[in-house]
Nanobody
Framework: QVQLVESGGGLVQAGGSLRLSCAAS????????MGWFRQVPGTKREFVAGINWTGSSIYYADSVKGRFTISRSNAQNTVYLQMSSLKPEDTAVYYC??????????????????WGQGTQVTVSS
């Protein structure tokens, strides 16, 4: 099983920036793809960004394109999400996860497999 620990969330004003980090440990052999999801209570968990092992394939949800940048350190099994020009609608709990491919990562179900505790991002207007 993979253990995931997210950090870096907080309270920021609209227009501000935050950098999230997620460290994966345990059985990370299939962690070719890593990425970020977010969820507002009562709504569906949204796949926000994903990156493959080499960084040659990256996905961003339309809602964050041009504002968020995903990167990773394979040596440290860590994925990052640099968030800029934050908006109040970015407020959510952010989770990371891993999978063999970006497609399988995007299909991750919140009620299945390992998930971290998430990190709260709150953007005030």
């Amino acid at each position: 099983q993979v253990q995931l620990v997210e950090s870096g969330g907080g309270l920021v004003q609209a227009g501000g920036s935050l950098r999230l980090s997620c460290a994966a440990s345990g059985r990370t052999g299939n962690a070719n793809a890593m990425g970020w999801f977010r969820q507002v209570p009562g709504t569906k968990r949204e796949f926000v960004a994903g990156i493959n092992w080499t960084g040659s394939s990256i996905y961003y949800a339309d809602s964050v394109k041009g504002r968020f940048t995903i990167s990773r350190s394979n040596a440290q099994n860590t994925v990052y999400l640099q968030m800029s020009s934050l908006k109040p609608e970015d407020t959510a709990v952010y989770y990371c996860n891993t999978a063999p491919t970006l497609n399988s990562l995007a299909a991750k179900r919140p009620d299945f497999g390992s998930w971290g505790q998430g990190t709260q991002v709150t953007v005030s207007s």
